[in-house]
């Protein structure tokens, strides 16, 4: 799936849709590949530099990506927590490379998604833990 897919399956749009492409999924596991993080005109960047938490963000979006993939579709939903987080950069700005969004469902139901998620740079960890995505149950 590329970018226009994206585009056409989840609310996130233009510059504010961070993931380029789906490089693997199944019914548990999603895989983005972006190059975002290095645009100047990147949403996120603030005073012109692009913090890694901003990589939470990225990791959200792909869950709303692997939501569409499995036929629910962009169900309305907002970061209720992050936990277990362990940034490895400060910046992710300074990462040449693409960035590898991996996703992993832990569980949930009609209310609440959890997600395992790690972001990596050419075999480099730059961030990692899980975060809760609530349902807007309307």
Known sequence: MNRAWILAHIPHQGAMCLNDSVESWDEEHLCCI?????????PLRADGRLGA????????????IHGALLG??????MLGSVRNLVCECAWLDQVQGALRV???RLGGDAAALLYGFELQCEGRRLMQGRLTIVLDPT
């Open 72 to 77: 629910v579709g962009a169900a309305p939903g």
């Open 34 to 42: 972006a190059w975002s993080h290095l645009q100047p005109d990147n």
């Open 53 to 64: 938490l901003a990589g939470i963000e990225y990791a959200a979006q792909a869950v709303a």
């Open 102 to 104: 991996a996703v992993t």
